[in-house]
């Protein structure tokens, strides 16, 4: 079978090495640090440092491999800098076959609370979205110029175990009330890690699929759900007017786009069955 390689395997990554192995297919965890590369091994996973901060200079091999792409821009700026340096290690390090790479609907800006599919023309409105748009346009500029086969994913706000935000439910932070939240989209864990491996084997060359459960709600409700599965408090309703003096600014960048994600490509193309096909199911399987 084809060698997998996966830069920036940590939550996902590991998961999706795991579920290659299990499948008899090689694969090898790239990480940015020798520490996260012993934490990789330990979990039976091989694994190779690469810091795409840095020039590149002893690095894994790339030549026929599949690759997935799923480390984290820099935290600033509009240009994705470690997409760039990797494409420029594939002249020396050899190109790899065919590419999955993770993106974020963020990249569909604010839609008003408007249904969203595939076709809808891109608006990133923050950096951390336009981060991803330009990690898109690098990487579909390497497909046409190399032959190499490419799959995005625009990936919604990812929930699983360890991935909730019960800590914030603690402090009792506040959010916006239900009557003026913006919708939002999610994804298991567990199913994103069976959409990356079929984008791999069944995704269009040049395809980009919508990633989520397909069961928008609003900011609000995904709060006041996980709580109550967790059994914290509910936290406090402020108006919208108050947000911007008492919510972080990472939260009111999220507050002030909404959007309603169709997912039916994925379902259609990828033929994926989703374990969990709302939040309610996708709780359940966070115990």
């Given at each position: 079978?084809?060698?997998?390689?996966?830069?920036?395997?940590?939550?996902?990554?590991?998961?999706?090495?795991?579920?290659?192995?299990?499948?008899?297919?090689?694969?090898?965890?790239?990480?940015?640090?020798?520490?996260?590369?012993?934490?990789?091994?330990?979990?039976?996973?091989?694994?190779?440092?690469?810091?795409?901060?840095?020039?590149?200079?002893?690095?894994?091999?790339?030549?026929?491999?599949?690759?997935?792409?799923?480390?984290?821009?820099?935290?600033?700026?509009?240009?994705?800098?470690?997409?760039?340096q990797l494409i420029s290690g594939f002249e020396q390090l050899g190109q790899p076959r065919r590419i999955v790479y993770l993106s974020t609907t963020g990249v569909y800006g604010d839609c008003a609370g408007a249904w969203v599919d595939e076709t809808r023309p891109v608006n990133p409105r923050v950096d951390r979205a336009r981060r991803r748009w330009d990690g898109e346009q690098r990487f579909a500029a390497w497909s046409r110029a190399s032959g190499g086969a490419l799959v995005i994913l625009r990936v919604a706000g990812i929930y699983g175990p360890g991935k909730l935000p019960?800590?914030?439910?603690?402090?009792?932070?506040?959010?916006?009330r239900e009557s003026e939240a913006p919708y939002t989209n999610r994804i298991h864990i567990d199913d994103l890690v069976q959409v990356c491996l079929a984008a791999l084997a069944r995704g269009g060359d040049g395809e980009v699929y919508n990633v989520s459960d397909g069961a928008p709600g609003n900011m609000t409700d995904y709060f006041n759900q996980v709580a109550d599965w967790a059994g914290l408090p509910r936290p406090p309703q402020i108006p919208l007017a108050e947000a911007t003096d008492r919510l972080s600014a990472g939260m009111l960048s999220y507050l002030r786009e909404s959007r309603r994600l169709d997912s039916g490509k994925l379902r259609r193309e990828l033929g994926v069955e989703l374990r969990y096909p709302d939040l309610a199911s996708g709780l359940e399987g966070c115990r």
């Open positions: 079978m084809t060698h997998k390689v996966i830069i920036g395997c940590g939550y996902l990554g590991t998961r999706v090495a795991l579920a290659c192995l299990q499948q008899g297919a090689p694969v090898t965890g790239v990480v940015r640090t020798t520490a996260s590369a012993e934490g990789l091994r330990a979990a039976g996973v091989a694994a190779a440092v690469l810091d795409l901060d840095q020039p590149l200079i002893d690095t894994p091999a790339f030549q026929d491999t599949e690759l997935f792409y799923f480390a984290p821009p820099l935290g600033e700026g509009a240009e994705e800098t470690r997409v760039r019960l800590a914030r439910l603690r402090r009792g932070e506040p959010t916006v």
